[in-house]
């Protein structure tokens, strides 16, 4: 599985565009990148999944570079409700071990 | 359509106690998990079961058990908690096997004293 590394906290205000990015080297020809959501005193919720160029759906958009050695997770117009923790996560969609990392802390402030 | 439900919510046991935390889905999915969530943690995987029938070892399945009761339904027991096991645990499923696409439950929080 390929070893992903994200900041540990981003702070953004309300109305502003947040974007994160996952660093993942040793991406495989097979990996997907997928990220999650999670709420306080929640299970994570799936946001987004991407295999190359740009993937956007009603909640985020994922960019990712020729290469895939990093993606970016774009939430636009950031809400106070958008404050959690994102994960990505790298690997085979037909694996079945899912590897979370530590994540990304996101406070939105007013 | 309720998706995946655990219970219980919370629970407290004692060093040495046993005890099975419940999970079900409704989607009619084939493959289901079970994840601890230490504080300030990331997810790992404990168990999991691809299809009905099956379960295989996560990341860190010392001191749990599972059972796949029946498509809808997975158990994780603990059948001497130690205080290293106070945790979240979350089940999460999925529609087909090794999707990343997985849905998970509200958590159950685990104490041991």
């Known amino acids: 599985l390929a070893k992903t590394t994200q900041p540990i906290s981003m702070d953004s205000y309300e109305g502003q565009e947040v974007n994160i990015t996952c660093s993942h080297n040793n991406i495989a020809t097979n990996d997907y990148i997928t990220w999650y959501q999670q709420f306080p005193s929640q299970g994570p919720r799936f946001i987004i999944q991407?295999?190359?160029t740009k993937v956007t759906n009603e909640v985020a958009s994922l960019f990712i570079p020729a290469d895939r050695k990093s993606s970016t997770l774009s939430l636009p117009r950031v809400s106070l409700s958008d404050t959690a923790v994102y994960y990505c996560?790298?690997?085979?969609?037909?694996?079945?071990?899912?590897?979370f990392g530590g994540g990304t802390r996101v406070l939105v402030k007013p | 359509n309720a998706g995946v439900t655990q219970t219980p919510k919370f629970q407290v046991l004692k060093t040495g106690q046993s005890m099975t935390l419940q999970c079900a889905q409704d989607m009619n999915h084939n493959s289901m998990y079970w994840y601890r969530q230490d504080p300030g943690m990331g997810l790992r995987l404990i168990y999991y079961?691809?299809?009905?029938?099956?379960?295989d070892k996560g990341e860190v399945p010392n001191g749990y058990n599972v059972s796949r009761l029946n498509k809808r339904e997975f158990s994780l027991r603990l059948e001497s908690a130690a205080p290293s096991q106070t945790s979240v645990y979350f089940c999460?499923?999925?529609?087909?096997?090794?999707?990343?696409?997985?849905?998970f439950g509200p958590g159950t929080r685990l104490t041991v004293t």
């Open positions: 999460a499923s999925t529609s087909r096997q090794g999707a990343y696409e997985q849905y």
């Open positions: 996560l790298v690997g085979e969609v037909a694996g079945n071990k899912l590897t």
């Open positions: 079961s691809a299809s009905e029938g099956t379960t």
């Open positions: 991407g295999y190359k």
